[in-house]
């Protein structure tokens, strides 16, 4: 079975250039050219490794990358730049990159580093299979507070005793977001993007995230325990409080 590749570039040669090299491995490429028909194509398609532009207008390659990282974590990423530098390599790896090229990469080099990212795509996916097959609850996706709470994040349901209250997907990433990161603050603008897909202005940011922000409290208000840790940090954003 062939291997779905998407090349992102705001280059239209270098777009083409990296896709009919692809193409000519017996891969099967799409290409998008920015950042946001990236995301939107990865929401909608099944992807097995990205080779994304850092350099973009609007949203950039490490944006594009946050966002993939919570819609489609399985899909292993090649980040290609002109502007290497040590802090984005840092970024880069923090984000769980596979790997960072310099452009101009050659030919070879890409079709390498494509291979080595399919091959750890395949055996995330098999490892994966097999710890689906032998215990299904083995991944940690349900939370469990000290009275009694549990947040299940798979399935977005929130339960404590005989209450069970259900979030919407948009809810869901929210949460999941936050209480995966305890103790990091977020901005208004990074929710923005990681739950919604799209980059925005810092001051337009709070006005598109306060209604999901106030639908998500409203549900979480019937669970004092876990309402109490999700913490708006006044003008910046929020974040998810352990140990309270």
Request: hydrophobic share 40%.
């Amino acid at each position: 079975m062939k291997s779905n590749i998407l090349v992102v570039d705001d280059e239209p040669v270098a777009r083409q250039s990296l896709s009919d090299i692809l193409k000519l491995e017996g891969y099967n490429v799409s290409s998008a050219p920015n950042g946001q028909a990236a995301v939107e194509y990865v929401r909608t398609h099944p992807i097995d490794l990205m080779i994304v532009d850092l350099r973009m207008p609007g949203m950039d390659g490490l944006e594009v990358v946050q966002v993939v990282n919570q819609v489609s974590p399985e899909t292993e990423v090649i980040l290609l730049t002109a502007f290497g530098s040590t802090e984005t390599a840092i970024q880069a790896l923090r984000l769980r990159i596979h790997d960072y090229l310099l452009k101009p990469a050659s030919p070879a080099q890409v079709l390498a580093s494509v291979k080595k990212g399919l091959a750890r795509h395949e055996a995330r996916s098999r490892a994966g299979s097999a710890a689906l097959s032998t215990d299904v609850d083995e991944t940690v996706e349900v939370f469990s507070l000290k009275d009694g709470t549990t947040v299940d994040l798979s399935r977005r349901q929130i339960k404590h005793k005989n209450r069970v209250e259900h979030l919407t997907p948009a809810e869901g990433r929210l949460l999941r977001i936050l209480i995966e990161n305890e103790g990091k603050v977020f901005s208004h603008r990074e929710l923005v993007l990681l739950v919604q897909g799209y980059d925005t202005s810092q001051r337009e940011a709070p006005e598109i995230l306060r209604p999901l922000v106030s639908r998500l409290r409203h549900k979480l208000d019937q669970f004092p325990a876990l309402s109490e840790r999700v913490v708006s940090v006044r003008g910046t954003g929020y974040l998810y409080e352990g140990n309270k």
